[in-house]
C-alpha cells in the first residue's frame, strides 16, 4: 500500500504562482512513476505533468513552460510549481503513485488539493 497527501492548493490570482506538495508514505517501490492529474468541475480527469524516479518529465501541453514538476526521492515528495496561472487551471489537483514492474498497473491517488483562480 501507498499513500499520497497533497497539500499546497488555494486561490491565486492571474499570473500568480502555486507550489504542490505531495508526500508519499508506504510501500514505495524504487522504480517508479509520480504524477499530478487534474479535474476541473464537469470534465474529466487529465495529466498535467509526470516524472519517473530517474527524473524524466512529461508535461502536458496546456501547461509546457508554466509548470515544472520535481521530487525528492530521499523524502518520497514530489512537487508541481505552477507559475503564470491562468483561470482554466482551475481544478483539483491529484497526486498520483504507480510502480514500474512486470504485470498490470496499479494506480494510487492522493484526495486531492483545490486550485482556485480567484479575479
Known amino acids: 500500500q501507498v499513500q499520497l497527501v497533497e497539500s499546497g492548493g488555494g486561490l491565486v490570482q492571474a499570473g500568480g504562482s502555486l507550489r504542490l506538495s505531495c508526500a508519499a508514505s508506504g510501500s514505495i517501490f524504487r522504480l517508479n512513476i509520480m504524477g499530478w492529474y487534474r479535474q476541473a468541475p464537469g470534465k474529466q480527469r487529465e495529466l498535467v505533468a509526470s516524472?519517473?524516479?530517474?527524473?524524466?518529465?512529461n508535461y502536458a501541453d496546456s501547461v509546457q513552460g508554466r509548470f515544472t514538476i520535481s521530487r525528492d526521492n530521499a523524502e518520497n515528495t514530489l512537487y508541481l510549481q505552477m507559475n503564470s496561472l491562468k483561470p482554466e487551471d482551475t481544478a483539483v489537483y491529484y497526486c498520483?503513485?504507480?510502480?514500474?514492474?512486470?504485470?498490470?498497473?496499479?494506480?494510487?491517488w492522493g484526495q486531492g488539493t483545490q486550485v482556485t483562480f480567484s479575479s
Open positions: 516524472i519517473t524516479s530517474g527524473g524524466s518529465t
Open positions: 498520483n503513485y504507480y510502480a514500474v514492474r512486470g504485470g498490470p498497473r496499479y494506480d494510487y
